[in-house]
C-alpha cells in the first residue's frame, strides 16, 4: 500500500504560501506518496496542482454533494456532503498532516491529528500547538514527515 501524506491549509492563499503548497505537493509525489487534501482552492489546489506536476497521485475530500466541486488537479474527488466535518476524514486518510497556513479549519484539522496521534508539521503555520513539528521549507517539511512514518525507512512507501 502506498503512503499518503495530508495537506491541509486555508482555501484562500497570498502567493508565497501558493509556492511553498505546489511544492511541498511537487516533493511528495517525487517521493511516491499520495496526497489527500479537501480538494478545494487554495493550499489544496496548490498542493494538488504540485503534485501533478510531478506525476502524483492526489485525492480531494470534498465537503459537498458534487464532484464538480473538486479543483482540476484532483484525481480521485471523494463526495462526502459532511461540510468542515470532512476534516477528519482528511486527516484519518493520512499517515502525517503537513499544516500550511489557514484559518480555524486547518487548525481543526491539526488538532484531529494530534488527537488520532498522527504527526503534523507546520510549515509557516500555527507554530503554538503542542506537539506540532516546525519546518522552515518545503524540503524540511517533507524529510520530517517522511521521517515521522514507522517504516517508511524500510523503502514502505
Known sequence: MRTVAAVIGGGVCDQETTLLAEKVGEQLAERGVV???GGLGGVMEAAA???KR???TTVGILPGFSAQEANPYIDIPIVTGLSHARNAIVVRSAKVVIALPG????LSEIALALKMRIPVIALNAWYSQEGVIHAKTPEEAI???LKSIPGLADGNR
Open 54 to 56: 510531478a506525476g502524483g
Open 35 to 37: 496526497l489527500v487534501c
Open 49 to 51: 496542482r504540485g503534485a
Open 143 to 145: 524529510q520530517k514527515a
Open 103 to 106: 484559518e480555524y479549519g486547518t
